[in-house]
């Protein structure tokens, strides 16, 4: 008897430039048709990746201003009874309230955007009752899951000290198409300032730890004069940040470029990309980055960036997040600038995080969940 493809619903507030969204636009775009059946179900229409989604690819929007569209999304399982849904970001929470009111023989699939200790770590400074509230009804739902999707190995041990226990934990990285990557940097001839000449992407927030890598280029500026950091991305933490520039005396070293549409073409020329998290689930930015050939520096923060670099092949990783730290470890990737191959940091990234690869990881996930019940209901 031959198996019944799998009719998996992904969910996601939207399809826009985010890196969940990336993420989501490559399985959907990559995923077996033979073995799946793929739909979408978001909360708000329009969107980078949305507008580029394959035609076979059937969209559900939710509609509405609701943050968590419970009774939307849930009518709309209940009438279409797919055999996963597969959830990230705010869905994960929303499905998570509803789940027990799923078909019974849907299967839920939940991928967390961030480290949940380090993120909620975070929030409870801000809100510690209602973040702690939050915290205790993601737990609880991931806990509920059929399997969670973890970006890293670190995410993996953090979410096992939290339920106990590792079950239905499984790692999968994020994925990249390197050869559109490569097509993408390419399209455009950009020339950035510095020697060395460094480059950021990310929003302008404080989990990003800008502050940090500004007071680090103080000291790196001491030995090289020339250093200039082109920082691609907008925030709330702009004028702060601005401020803090002319402060620090580093007015000439720092170009605040605001949001680029395609900052791929900045990352492919610069010396290195570097970017100093307090955490980050998988930093897409800087797989873009290796992507396109160029080193990065990263921080040893929560989250996968000790997977992402390998020194000696394609970066530094500073142990710490501060401007010491930070600084020592510029310094030495612009020692070693000569001795970095950007074919061989390419080819790592191809042979750990093309898309396929990555892709038949999220199928053996879906496949897990559901085949003991497959051909039962054929």
């Not at 520096?297 to 929560?302: A, D, G, S």
């Not at 390419?346 to 003991?372: K, M, W």
Request: aromatic share 6%; charged share 20%; net charge positive.
């Amino acid at each position: 008897m031959s198996a019944r493809k799998i009719h998996v619903l992904f969910a996601i507030p939207s399809l826009d430039r985010g890196g969940p969204d990336r993420v989501m636009f490559e399985i959907l775009s990559t995923i077996d048709r033979s073995r799946f059946v793929p739909s979408l179900m978001v909360s708000e229409p329009g969107g980078h990746y949305l507008s580029k989604l394959p035609a076979d690819i059937p969209v559900e929007v939710l509609g509405g201003n609701r943050r968590y569209p419970v009774l939307q999304a849930l009518r709309f399982i209940r009438s279409t009874r797919p055999d996963v849904v597969f959830a990230t970001l705010r869905m994960n929470l929303t499905l998570g309230l509803i789940s027990p009111l799923l078909p019974g023989h849907t299967r839920l699939v939940l991928r967390p955007a961030s480290p949940v200790s380090a993120d909620f770590s975070a929030l409870m400074k801000q809100s510690f009752f209602k973040h702690r509230v939050a915290r205790q009804l993601l737990v609880s739902t991931l806990r509920r899951a059929d399997a969670v999707v973890c970006q890293s190995l670190a995410m993996q041990t953090d979410l096992g000290k939290l339920f106990g226990g590792t079950a239905n934990l499984h790692v999968v990285a994020n994925p990249i198409d390197v050869r559109e990557v490569t097509r993408a940097a390419n399209a455009t001839k950009v020339t950035l300032r510095g020697r060395p000449a460094l480059v950021s992407v990310a929003r302008l927030v404080p989990l990003k730890g800008y502050d940090v890598l500004l007071e680090a280029l103080v000291t790196v500026r001491e030995r090289h004069a020339d250093v200039h950091l082109t920082i691609l991305g907008e925030g709330a933490e702009r004028a702060r940040l601005e401020a803090m520039t002319r402060k620090l005396g580093l007015s000439h070293t720092v170009t605040f470029a605001g949001y680029v549409p395609e900052p791929l073409p900045y990352v492919r020329a610069a010396d290195l990309f570097v970017l100093t998290s307090r955490y980050d689930a998988f930093c897409n930015a800087a797989l873009e980055a290796l992507a396109c050939g160029t080193p990065v520096v990263l921080t040893n923060c929560p989250g996968a960036n000790s997977e992402l670099v390998s020194k000696g092949l394609n970066g530094q990783l500073a142990l710490t997040v501060d401007p010491v730290a930070v600084a020592a470890s510029i310094e030495l990737a612009v020692a070693e600038l000569g001795s970095y191959d950007r074919d061989r940091i390419q080819a790592d990234v191809q042979l750990r995080f093309e898309s396929g690869r990555i892709v038949n990881a999220y199928e053996r996930v879906l496949a897990s969940v559901t085949e003991p019940r497959m051909e039962t209901r054929a």
